[in-house]
C-alpha cells in the first residue's frame, strides 16, 4: 500500500541556519503531496501542497517540490526561526491520506 | 477564516467509562475524517464520512468505537468502555466533495487529548 517516510528526528538548528527534512514516498498513480505542521498542543495546520510532478507548493518561506524520479518530497526553508519549532508531518493522498512519523523541529536564539 | 471545531480540547476519564467527542466541519465540506495520534506518530484514520454515510471504518475497533454524523453535519466519536490504550489525541478533519478541485486537501481540527486512566 501506500506509504511515507521521513527523516527521523528530533533536528536542532540556531536560528537562521538552512533547514531540509526528507520526505520519501511510495504509492501507485499520482497522488497529490503535502506537508503539515503541529504546534505543541495543536492540531495539525496545512503549510504547503503540491498536486503534480514538478510543482513546487511554497509557504511561510518554506518549499518543497514534487520529484517523481526520486519519489521526493522533501521541505526547505533557507533561514529558520525560533518561532519555526514545531512537528512537520509528510503525507500523501492518494486512495487515502497517509502520513509520515513526523518529525520534530527544535530552533535555538 | 473558517475552522474545524472540536470539543472538549482535554479529557481525561477512568478506564471502563464512556468517553465522547464532537466535530463541527468547515461548512460546505462533505467529507469529515476521525484519526487517532498516538504520542510521537502521525495521525491514522479511524472513520470517514460522506455526508452522512460512512465510507471508510475499516480501522476502526468496533467492539468500543462508535462514530456518527447523523445530519451530515457535525458528528461525535464515542468510546465506551475506554481502556489505556486509548489515550491519544483524537483529531478531525474536514475536506470538499471528493471530485471537486482541492478536494485532495484535509483541514484539521484541533484535537481532542484523551487521558486514561
Known amino acids: 500500500g501506500d506509504s511515507v517516510t521521513q527523516m527521523e528526528g528530533p533536528v536542532t538548528l540556531s536560528e537562521e541556519a538552512f533547514l531540509t527534512i526528507n520526505c520519501t514516498y511510495t504509492?501507485?498513480?499520482?497522488?497529490?503531496l503535502f506537508w503539515y505542521v503541529q504546534y505543541p498542543g495543536e492540531g495539525l495546520q496545512l503549510l504547503l501542497k503540491?498536486?503534480?510532478?514538478?510543482d513546487k507548493g511554497s509557504n511561510k518561506g518554506f518549499e518543497a517540490t514534487y520529484r517523481k524520479e526520486t519519489t521526493s518530497f522533501h521541505l526547505e526553508k533557507g533561514s529558520v526561526q525560533v518561532s519555526d519549532s514545531a512537528v512537520y508531518f509528510c503525507?500523501?493522498?492518494?486512495?487515502?491520506?497517509?502520513f509520515g512519523a513526523g518529525t520534530r523541529l527544535t530552533v535555538k536564539p | 477564516e473558517a475552522e474545524v471545531a472540536q470539543s472538549p480540547r482535554y479529557k481525561i476519564t477512568e478506564k471502563s467509562q464512556a468517553v465522547a467527542f464532537w466535530c463541527d466541519p468547515i461548512?460546505?465540506?462533505?467529507?469529515l475524517y476521525w484519526y487517532r495520534q498516538i504520542l510521537g506518530q502521525g495521525p491514522e484514520l479511524l472513520v470517514q464520512?460522506?455526508?452522512?454515510?460512512?465510507?471508510?471504518d475499516s480501522q476502526l475497533p468496533k467492539d468500543r468505537f462508535s462514530a456518527e454524523r447523523l445530519k451530515g453535519v457535525d458528528s461525535t466519536l464515542k468510546i465506551q468502555p475506554a481502556e489505556l490504550g486509548d489515550s491519544a489525541m483524537y483529531l478531525c478533519?474536514?475536506?470538499?466533495?471528493?471530485?471537486?478541485?482541492?478536494?485532495?486537501?484535509?483541514?484539521f481540527g484541533p484535537g481532542t487529548r484523551l487521558t486514561v486512566l
Open positions: 461548512s460546505g465540506h462533505a467529507t
Open positions: 504509492a501507485t498513480g499520482y497522488p497529490s
Open positions: 478533519a474536514s475536506s470538499l466533495q471528493a471530485g471537486t478541485s482541492g478536494s485532495d486537501t484535509q483541514y
Open positions: 503525507a500523501l493522498r492518494g486512495n487515502d491520506m497517509r
Open positions: 464520512f460522506q455526508d452522512e454515510s460512512v465510507v471508510d
Open positions: 503540491a498536486t503534480k510532478a514538478d
